[in-house]
T-cell receptor, first 115, second 114 residues
Framework: NAGVMQNPRHLVRRRGQEARLRCSPM?????VYWYRQLPEEGLKFMVYLQKENIIDESGMPKERFSAEFPKEGPSILRIQQVVRGDSAAYFC?????????????FGSGTQLSVL | AQSVAQPEDQVNVAEGNPLTVKCTYSVSGNPYLFWYVQYPNRGLQFLLKYITGDNLVKGSYGFEAEFNKSQTSFHLKKPSALVSDSALYFC????????????FGTGTRLLVSP
């Protein structure tokens, strides 16, 4: 059973370009979470999605950032018109259900570097 | 809103010695607490969790954590450290009133010297 798969592992973009980060959850998991890890900081929650629904996007910047989790295919985190401050590691996590004691399974992350 | 604090950026310990990584939390109700470990260039791996019951929770790789409600703490411990335990450790909390979010601390780097 493959774990949470994220690609690409490393993504380099110039300022103003678009970044697309992909996440395939573990088989059987229908809940996806995106977190951002800035240098010297912890993980910051961005968004929580279920299939075709955004459940909680309270941690996502209002502009330039969007996320989706379509019925078929991976979850996508999209950053438009990237700026240097978007450089970070972006982690996706999944879980089979939601609940107080549910643990998350994390992917290896995508390291975004904005030049 | 729920939060966790990890007061130490780094903890240094010699191999074979006991280790403690500190975590305190703040939630509005009874907390659901987690520890995760991150090795270089890897995602986070689950170590252990406290939901209810015994205050001493045992987890993976010989780690354990002690829940202390009066001190609002959930410190991670191991009786005898290994060099391979060197990694970044994150404490996390889930508020039962807002259970969809797992809120992480800033992390503590554990360095175990031979």
């Amino acid at each position: 059973n493959a774990g949470v798969m994220q690609n690409p592992r490393h993504l380099v973009r110039r300022r103003g370009q678009e970044a697309r980060l992909r996440c395939s959850p573990m088989k059987g998991h229908s809940h996806v979470y995106w977190y951002r890890q800035l240098p010297e900081e912890g993980l910051k929650f961005m968004v929580y999605l279920q299939k075709e629904n955004i459940i909680d996007e309270s941690g996502m910047p209002k502009e330039r950032f969007s996320a989706e989790f379509p019925k078929e295919g991976p979850s996508i985190l999209r950053i438009q018109q990237v700026v240097r401050g978007d450089s970070a590691a972006y982690f996706c996590a999944s879980s089979p259900s939601t609940g107080n004691n549910e643990k998350l399974f994390f992917g290896s992350g995508t390291q975004l570097s904005v030049l | 809103a729920q939060s966790v604090a990890q007061p130490e950026d780094q903890v240094n310990v010699a191999e074979g010695n006991p280790l403690t990584v500190k975590c305190t939390y703040s939630v509005s109700g009874n907390p659901y607490l987690f520890w995760y470990v991150q090795y270089p260039n890897r995602g986070l791996q689950f170590l252990l969790k406290y939901i209810t019951g015994d205050n001493l929770v045992k987890g993976s790789y010989g780690f354990e954590a002690e829940f202390n409600k009066s001190q609002t703490s959930f410190h991670l411990k191991k009786p005898s450290a290994l060099v391979s335990d060197s990694a970044l450790y994150f404490c996390a909390v889930r508020d039962p009133g807002d259970f969809q979010k797992l809120v992480f601390g800033t992390g503590t780097r554990l360095l175990v010297s031979p």
